[in-house]
């Protein structure tokens, strides 16, 4: 486990793990940039070597493509030059031979959009490189990675994935997102043939129908959102959150506790699960991190919601009116019957009262009766 590093003001940790596999094809990464803190997590596939070779491909490509702001020339050639399973770059400070990140760019809405923007080409970037390094190793044919991002800055969260890895956003114990896994079960999830539950569970879990290195172009699915102090963004593979019920995994990673505390625990959770079923569990990999202060942008009412909201508006308004319409056309006549409506309502009441207190002063008349009769024998 290791926690990130960030003067910006947000705190988290991020580790991974082998679980009960021969290698570990995760890779996990940040990086504060001009743009925001980054955060990374990819989950490769492939035999061999590739699996790894791919995340780390992936993830070393986006941090550097956010970064620089652009394409890094020869960067294939200069990565594949090193130990695949190299650690992603994540000093908060370039070297000397590195370009300086970008300025802090100002905020506003156009931020946002270029944030989406770079965010997204980073992605596509890491995607054409996996091909660039299939090209130069044939042996690497077959490879292909996930990829989850969540570039960070005091306007909001762009977030950006491909796969089954998932991103949460969690507040006071509830998620309030969650990326929509690009897999066979989670589009039966969608199309409300499968629970959750029962997706998780099916032996056709681990089919993904959109990946990185499989095409020479890919579909990225990229989010907006706003954050309030305490959110947690989490980024998983599907070696966590495909080991036990969701409600059980946002609780564990709701825990009020140190963030690395949580992970650790969360991880010692998953391992056990997964030992306990035989120890074959995948490799399971997470971010974890916390904002410190409030978004710039704000939550905004759903349409649903706002629609919802114009239909009761109107109704409630139709009402008043109708009513204000049938008062002002009374007759005379219709408020003299309700003049005498409410004279007979006040004179019924007025006769059960009356009719009760004779019941009453027939019972004491008894009662009296009663015991001068007695008084008598």
């Not at 790894?52 to 493509?65: H, L, R």
Request: glycine content about 10%; proline content about 4%.
């Amino acid at each position: 486990m290791e926690f990130i590093s960030t003067s910006l003001p947000y705190e988290g940790a991020m580790s991974s793990h082998i679980g009960g596999r021969k290698e570990n094809q995760d890779t996990v990464g940040y990086s504060e940039t001009g743009r925001g803190l980054l955060l990374v997590v990819c989950d490769g596939m492939g035999g061999g070597p590739a699996g790894k070779t791919a995340s780390a491909i992936a993830a070393n490509a986006i941090i550097a493509y956010v970064k620089a702001g652009k394409p890094i020339p020869h960067f294939v050639e200069n990565l594949l030059g090193i130990a695949p399973s190299a650690p992603v770059q994540t000093e908060t400070k370039p070297s000397d031979d590195s370009e300086p990140p970008l300025p802090e760019p100002k905020i506003g809405e156009e931020t946002v959009a270029d944030n989406s923007t770079v965010l997204r080409d980073a992605v596509k970037y890491a995607n054409a490189c996996l091909s660039e390094a299939i090209a130069l190793h044939p042996a690497f044919r077959g490879m292909g990675t996930t990829a989850t991002a969540v570039l960070i800055d005091n306007k909001c969260a762009v977030l950006a994935h491909v796969g089954d890895s998932r991103i949460y956003q969690l507040r006071s114990g509830r998620i309030v997102f969650r990326t929509a896994d690009h897999s066979f079960v989670g589009q039966l999830v969608r199309d409300g043939k499968l629970t959750e539950e029962q997706a998780r569970l099916s032996a056709k879990s681990n089919i993904i129908t959109r990946a990185l290195g499989v095409d020479s172009d890919v579909d990225v699915d990229i989010d907006v959102r706003p954050y309030e102090k305490g959110d947690r963004f989490v980024l998983c593979t599907d070696g966590i959150w495909g080991a036990m019920p969701q409600p059980e995994l946002v609780k564990e990673l709701s825990q009020k506790a140190e963030l690395g505390g949580v992970l650790d625990s969360v991880n010692s959770s998953v391992d056990t699960i997964g030992i306990g079923k035989g120890g074959h569990h995948d490799n399971f990999s997470a971010i974890i991190m916390e904002t410190k202060t409030n978004s710039i942008l704000k939550d905004q009412m759903s349409k649903k919601i706002k629609i919802t909201g114009i239909i009761l508006a109107a109704l409630c308004f139709i009402s008043i009116l109708t009513n204000i319409i049938l008062i002002s056309n009374r007759t005379p006549a219709q408020e003299k019957l309700d003049t005498l409506q409410c004279q007979n309502d006040s004179l019924r009441s007025d006769t059960a009262k009356l009719g009760k207190n004779l019941r009453e002063a027939q019972g004491k008349i008894n009662s009296v009766i009663e015991v001068v009769n007695t008084a008598g024998k």
